[in-house]
């Protein structure tokens, strides 16, 4: 089983890596996709897949950091992005929810980073809230569905969903679990397991019955639960269908 999106760079986490990672293993999840946010995080995310072989890195400017990608950032991310840890570019994308940086300028870093990731032969990883419409017609413009990837987090429309996974894999969070996210449990039944990444996004979003505490990888197992029970088969068989996934959504995923 792997974690397809973490923030394992994140103080609450990098601060007892080892232990993290212990309980992961005990777990059952074989690995975890480290992801960076800035220009430090994503040298963070870098450095923890260089010294634990379990992980590996993606690296980039998140939508709300966006007002300071300027030449240097984004120089500076091109050369993380060349190291053998990233099998990935994000995550990337736009959040008009928060709206943390300007929308302008969350459009340019997208683009920019964009032509970056397809300079890289990089997958890409999407964040976005409230600006579906909009990140797809990004995509549309600037050729960004090529390399592949994941739409992390996913909470579209189920119609939208199932679009997005002709092009892209989606990821479910623990968010699956709560009571009152049926609107996710609807999106994880409308696609298919094939186009699904397990994630946690630790420590954000931990699962039912540890939602309001720090999550991290090793809770990627009740979501696999969560999501075998929407898809009346076993545990075993997401296990499976997600690993493979991964895979072939992030095919570096096996180099190193």
Request: net charge negative; aromatic share 6%; charged share 25%.
């Amino acid at each position: 089983m792997i974690d397809a999106h973490s923030h394992l760079n994140d103080p609450k986490l990098s601060a007892q890596i080892d232990a993290v990672l212990a309980r992961m293993r005990e777990a059952g999840v074989s690995g975890a996709l480290v992801v960076g946010t800035d220009v430090p995080s994503s040298c963070d995310a870098v450095a923890l897949a260089r010294a634990h072989p379990e992980l590996r890195a993606a690296v980039a400017m998140h939508p709300h950091e966006s007002k300071d990608l300027d030449d240097a950032a984004l120089a500076a991310l091109a050369a993380l992005a060349r190291q053998p840890e990233v099998i990935a570019y994000g995550e990337i994308g736009l959040d008009f929810h928060y709206d943390f940086s300007p929308r302008d300028a969350q459009r340019e870093a997208f683009r920019r980073q964009l032509r970056l990731a397809r300079e890289l032969n990089l997958p890409i990883v999407i964040h976005e809230r409230e600006a579906a419409d909009e990140v797809m017609a990004i995509l549309d413009a600037e050729d960004g569905w090529a390399r592949g990837g994941e739409w992390h987090c996913c909470t579209v429309e189920p119609e939208q969903a199932v679009t997005i996974t002709e092009r892209l894999y989606i990821g479910i969070a623990g968010w699956v679990t709560f009571p009152k996210a049926e609107n996710i449990r609807v999106l994880a039944r409308a696609v298919p397991l094939e186009r699904i990444l397990l994630e946690t996004d630790a420590p954000y979003l931990a699962p039912v019955p540890h939602r309001g505490k720090t999550n991290e990888p090793a809770f990627v197992r009740i979501i696999a639960q969560a999501l075998a029970e929407l898809k009346g088969i076993s545990c075993a068989e997401v296990e499976r269908i997600t690993d493979e996934n991964v895979t072939r959504a992030f095919p570096r995923w096996t180099a190193g």
